[in-house]
């Protein structure tokens, strides 16, 4: 059974306008979640994450928010630019726990000049 | 800095051969782990190991073996390939100070079985 998930396998967005990704998770232990970007035959590049402690975090253009009562979180990009087409994975683990990362499907970004 | 460094990038094997996936890491992290990816699938941990002479098994660890003799290097054998491990194949580090650290990917190794 999947417990990170990403249901939207593609989306599609114009330059300078917001980008959502989602990504739900369904064990209600983890507490330590984390987004990777990927670029094509590359491996994955750690964007940004955030503690269940917390229910925002913010890098430049970058903001996660985590809803825990829905066990939600999600990644906005704004403003985006056409370097962002990547692949996001969204992933979760438990803090001080085994090095288990769980990762979900992942979400095809692509941002149109 | 090189980072994480995974050799081969590509290779074509036949079914029941072996071989092993190379990963050197120069960054001295303690944790390091191997992961696949498959169309439609995400990354899925195979091993991991959390300092050199100790590892442990991953979500799909069959069919493959890991050992780490020293910081650097965690090489993943593949003892008799099967069709079913044709995959793209990336090798992480992450440093001490909690599982929250984030990791550092290699570009992946390409493996096609035949």
């Known amino acids: 059974d999947q417990q990170v998930k990403q249901n939207s396998p593609s989306l599609s967005v114009q330059e300078g306008r917001i980008s959502i990704l989602n990504c739900d998770y369904t064990n209600s232990m983890f507490d330590y979640f984390l987004w990777y970007k990927k670029y094509p035959a590359e491996g994955p590049t750690f964007l940004i994450s955030?503690?269940?402690?917390?229910d925002k975090n913010e890098d430049g253009r970058f903001t996660v928010f985590l809803n825990k009562s829905a066990k939600h979180l999600s990644l906005h990009i704004v403003p985006s630019q056409p370097g962002d087409s990547a692949v996001y994975f969204c992933a979760a683990i438990i803090k001080g726990g085994s090095e288990k990362l769980v990762f979900g499907k992942g979400t095809k970004l692509t941002v149109n000049p | 800095n090189a980072g994480v460094t995974q050799t081969p990038k590509f290779q074509v094997l036949k079914t029941g051969q072996s071989m092993t996936l190379q990963c050197a890491q120069d960054?001295?992290?303690?944790?390091m782990s191997w992961y696949r990816q498959d169309p439609g699938m995400g990354l899925r941990l195979i091993h991991y190991?959390?300092?050199?002479?100790?590892?442990d098994q991953g979500e799909v660890p069959n069919g493959y073996n890991v050992s780490r003799s020293t910081t650097e290097d965690f090489p993943l054998r593949l003892l008799s390939a099967a069709p079913s491990q044709t995959s793209v194949y990336f090798c992480a580090s992450r440093d001490k100070g909690g599982s929250n650290q984030p990791q550092h990917f290699g570009d992946g190794t390409r493996l096609s079985i035949l």
């Open positions: 960054m001295n992290h303690e944790y």
């Open positions: 955030i503690s269940s402690i917390k």
């Open positions: 190991s959390v300092g050199a002479g100790i590892t």
